[in-house]
């Protein structure tokens, strides 16, 4: 099966083994200089995408419209943009790469002017007919000016022939596949809309009179927006001058919203479905424990993702939580780049080890996952270089054997070292002493749901057991090729 990611390069020199998730986005309606406080959401969820930013406003004439590569902070925190972002409404965008080329054309909001009006869309997620549509598309005449999925939007709602707008965004939205939480920003207001299996989180808020639609919790709690509620998978919500109104116009599935979310992706100070992520994440270190308990000195997290699960490991086995791994905050991508030769010392500058404490002494080590394996092996020999006896590995999710095709940058199933090895092989690979899983069941436990083994999956899960809850349109049709032909444009 070819790959949907086979094309993209890392977007980080040291992040390349790891699961990224690809965006963030923020939507706000009635609030004024919703500007400002949508750049303040998009800070809150830097960690859904460093690689790009964009702000779409509207003053109720006019689109305003500053996208740029880079952190946030470097493209919004100048007071000369934001000045040029006038409105009462916006909508933003924290971006990965993953569908399309590491390109300024990609970053989103994505605007255009159609026959109506101008419309914007920030979109976080994947479609999986994507190609298979574009194709389509331009063999009808529309002209693309991006590799991004998410135009395949804007061009179905302009060729739509529904008399509204309205219903010509939900005409487009039932062309596609996949993953989809999405803002759109147009003269009648805001329309939020999340796919009907929610694979990625899309919550809503009030400010003041205004409302507030944004991919986690957090963006609401940085700019002082009250939590309301979660936008239902497969609802769309019109947010305007008359208020809010929730629609229901796609077809009803059982939701599968993605399970990676509680594991890794989204903050540990966010809450999704009434749970808060941190909790979870201890819980499933506390599972860990359960599951594969083991003999040892302390309990080291591999900051800062490991570090909640490690702390219920700890507290559940009864061995001390310490920080056997200080991780520098500030190895930027700037510092180095991928070419350079000292590239190979990219995990020493990031981690390193607390020599005085862990010397002699026998170490849980707790990751949130194994995507590679590359960083794991490195972490390890740093541990036992600096004097560890012994170094035990648990982690806090299933072993990764398949790629994503919803909206998270996944290395190819080739690369997935859970693809290629058993366990023993990786805990030769990786040169531990044990090394353990979380089983599926056990991180069902931690979400307070029942397993796999006894009833259906409530969330998807695919990236651990292959059960990809929707079509690969693209890659059973082989159109996903498409993709790498464009993204080399
Ligand atoms: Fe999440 Fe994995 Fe499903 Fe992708 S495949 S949506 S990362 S659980």
Not at 424 to 433: K, P, T
Request: net charge negative; glycine share 10%.
């Amino acid at each position: 099966m070819p790959d949907l990611k086979a094309g993209c390069l890392p977007a980080h020199p040291f992040d390349d083994d790891r699961f990224r998730e690809e965006c963030g986005v923020i939507g706000i309606h009635g609030v004024d200089q919703a500007a400002a406080a949508v750049a303040l959401g998009l800070h809150a969820l830097q960690h859904r995408g460093q690689e790009a930013a964009g702000i779409v406003s509207f003053d109720g004439a006019e689109f305003h419209v500053h996208r740029a590569m880079g952190h946030v902070a470097g493209n919004f925190d100048n007071a000369g943009v934001m000045e040029t972002l006038t409105g009462r409404s916006a909508i933003g965008h924290n971006r990965y790469a993953t569908t399309g080329a590491s390109a300024l054309r990609n970053v989103q909001p994505l605007f255009a002017e159609l026959a109506d009006g101008g419309f914007a869309v920030a979109h976080n997620g994947n479609l999986t007919n994507a190609m298979a549509l574009r194709r389509e598309l331009t063999r009808r005449g529309s002209i693309f000016q991006s590799t991004s999925d998410t135009e395949v939007i804007i061009h179905l709602v302009a060729t739509s022939s529904q008399p509204s707008r309205l219903d010509r965004v939900i005409d487009a939205l039932k062309e596609v596949e996949g993953a989809w939480s999405l803002v759109c920003l147009t003269p009648e207001g805001l329309i939020a809309a999340r796919d009907p299996l929610g694979f990625r989180p899309l919550v809503l808020g009030s400010l003041g009179a205004g409302h507030v639609v944004a991919s986690e919790t957090v963006a609401l709690d940085v700019m002082g927006a009250r939590f309301v509620r979660e936008v239902a998978p497969g609802e769309l919500l019109l947010i305007g001058a008359a208020g809010i109104r929730s629609l229901s116009p796609f077809p009803n599935r059982r939701p599968r919203p993605c399970i990676f979310e509680f594991v890794y992706f989204s903050r540990p100070d966010s809450i999704a479905d009434g749970l808060s992520i941190y909790e979870v994440r201890k819980r499933i270190g506390a599972e860990l424990a359960r599951e594969a308990p083991v003999a040892a000195d302390m309990v080291v997290p591999v900051p800062d993702s490991g570090t909640p699960a490690a702390i219920g490991f700890a507290q559940a086995a009864g061995i001390p939580f310490e920080l056997g791994i200080i991780r520098s905050h500030y190895v930027g991508r700037t510092f180095i780049q991928p070419g350079d030769n000292i590239r190979h010392l990219g995990v020493k500058l990031k981690h390193n080890a607390n020599r005085a404490l862990i010397a002699g002494k026998r170490l849980v080590l707790i990751d949130d996952s194994v995507v590679r394996g590359t960083t794991s092996v490195k972490i390890v020999h740093m541990l036992r270089e600096a004097g560890a006896s012994q170094v035990h590995l648990r982690v806090a999710s299933p072993p990764t054997t398949h790629s994503c095709f919803y909206g998270v940058d996944t290395p190819v199933r080739s690369k997935l070292l859970a693809a290629n090895m058993d366990e023993a092989h990786m805990r030769d690979f990786i040169g531990v002493d044990s090394l353990a899983f979380i089983s599926i069941d056990g991180l069902y436990r931690a979400l307070e749901e029942p397993g796999r083994a006894t009833r259906c999956p409530t969330h998807c899960d695919a990236c651990f057991t292959g059960d990809y809850p929707t079509r690969l349109t693209d890659q059973e049709h082989g159109t996903a090729d498409l993709y790498n032909l464009i993204a080399a444009q």
